[in-house]
């Protein structure tokens, strides 16, 4: 039986919302009180993931162009603090406090301040307070960042293991073909785990008037990432003055992406880390050893590539390729004059990629 989005959103105790630039600056058809009205309204836990910041920074300094990266970083540090204080504005009517979280990809890679991180949004639940989250662009580089906020709604989805993630856009939902150009596009209501990837041609990597980074393609790996973590996604239009009630009365339709197994809270956050500290090459009995669910020992290790140190998350390679990455249980110095069956990387501690995609992909 098809799940509906009045029981996900009914039975969700955790969930993430994602409010998209083109949505934040729609101020005819998007409010922030509407949703901070329906997100007080359900007696969940609910972290929101605005982007906004630069658009809203670009309306307050026009004279800076967001194309550029530092005035784009510039404008995200001017309109953090007006994000910020618009939304507490919207939740001020519903007597809750917002928080403004910013995050950045070097935080949820490292094991302690991913910890933090989670600690501090369940001390936020705790009190009544509802987290906003946003990536800190001011500081990223072009190649340390999540790039859209779309899959850093997808990893908050993860890092406080929410059931339930809710991306909101100005379609409603994912089509056949981009509806903006193709008249025939057909609205697509329920994806079953496994066939969310037969989409990602229809789904178009725009983007929104240069402020926003998402588009469709964007959306799609973000709803890939958290089921593949266990979390619902829906994607839904959030032009109405209620977008969350209107989904749970069945007024607004939606695209529903069903989940796969959860996986280990430990295990989302190494299938979220986006850098490896150290590399390995492991012979044939060692993969089949892998694939099997053995641990990794080091008589299976033919090479260290790159040295490492003990709690690294590093590459696993085999015949030149990459076959997983994990967390290394030693020292890659002490693997040399280690006994054969010492424990190099734990089973648990590691993902392999092609193997492990099947598994979550069937
Ligand atoms: N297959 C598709 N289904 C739905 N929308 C699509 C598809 N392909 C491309 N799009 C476009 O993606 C847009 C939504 O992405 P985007 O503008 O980045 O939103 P946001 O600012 O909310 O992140 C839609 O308005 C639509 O024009
Ligand atoms: N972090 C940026 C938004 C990045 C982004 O992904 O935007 P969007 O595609 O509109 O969700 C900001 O606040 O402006």
């Known amino acids: 039986m098809t799940v509906t989005a009045p029981d996900l959103i009914e039975s969700a105790k955790l969930a993430v919302v994602k409010v998209g630039s083109a949505l934040i600056t729609d101020t005819d058809h998007f409010t922030m009180g509407g949703l901070a009205g329906d997100i007080k309204e359900r007696p969940w836990h609910a972290v929101l993931v605005s982007s906004g910041a630069v658009a809203v920074g670009n309306e307050r300094v026009p004279t800076l162009d967001p194309k550029q990266t530092e005035d784009r970083h510039a404008l995200s540090a001017i309109g953090q603090a007006t994000l910020i204080t618009m939304w507490q504005s919207a939740f001020d009517a519903y007597n809750k406090v917002a928080a ?41 580089t072009r190649d340390f960042r999540y790039g859209d906020n779309d899959r850093l709604a997808a990893k908050t989805a993860g890092l406080i293991g929410a059931d339930l993630l809710i991306i909101l856009s100005d379609v409603d939902g994912l089509y056949t ?129 790159e040295p490492f140190l ?24 002490s693997i040399g004059s280690a006994e054969g069956s010492t424990i190099v990387l734990r089973r648990d501690d590691l993902i392999l990629t092609e193997h492990d995609h099947d598994r979550n992909d069937q």
């Open 310 to 333: 003990k709690g690294d998350v590093i590459d696993i390679r085999h015949d030149n390729q990459v076959v997983g990455f994990g967390l290394a249980a030693c020292d890659s110095a």
């Open 100 to 140: 403004q979280v910013l995050l950045t990809p070097d935080v949820t890679d490292d094991r302690s301040r991913y910890l933090n991180a989670r600690a501090a949004l369940r001390a936020l639940f705790d009190n009544g307070v509802i987290p906003i989250v946003n990536e800190n662009d001011a500081v990223t």
């Open 177 to 305: 073909s981009n509806p903006s150009k193709d008249p025939d596009a057909k609205h697509v209501s329920y994806v079953p785990y496994g066939e969310a990837s037969r989409y990602f041609e229809a789904a178009e990597d725009t983007k929104s008037g240069g402020v926003g980074t998402g588009g469709m393609r964007s959306k799609l790996a973000a709803a890939r990432i958290a089921i593949d973590w266990g979390v619902t996604t829906i994607i839904a239009s959030g032009r109405r003055p209620h977008p969350l009630r209107d989904l749970v009365t069945g007024e607004a339709r939606c695209t529903i992406f069903e989940a796969g197994d959860k996986i280990s809270a430990r295990r989302r956050w190494l299938s979220g880390v986006h850098e490896r500290s150290g590399s390995m090459d492991i012979d044939a009995g060692a993969l089949k050893a892998l694939k099997a669910e053995a641990s990794l020992l080091a008589c299976g290790v033919v090479q260290v590539a």
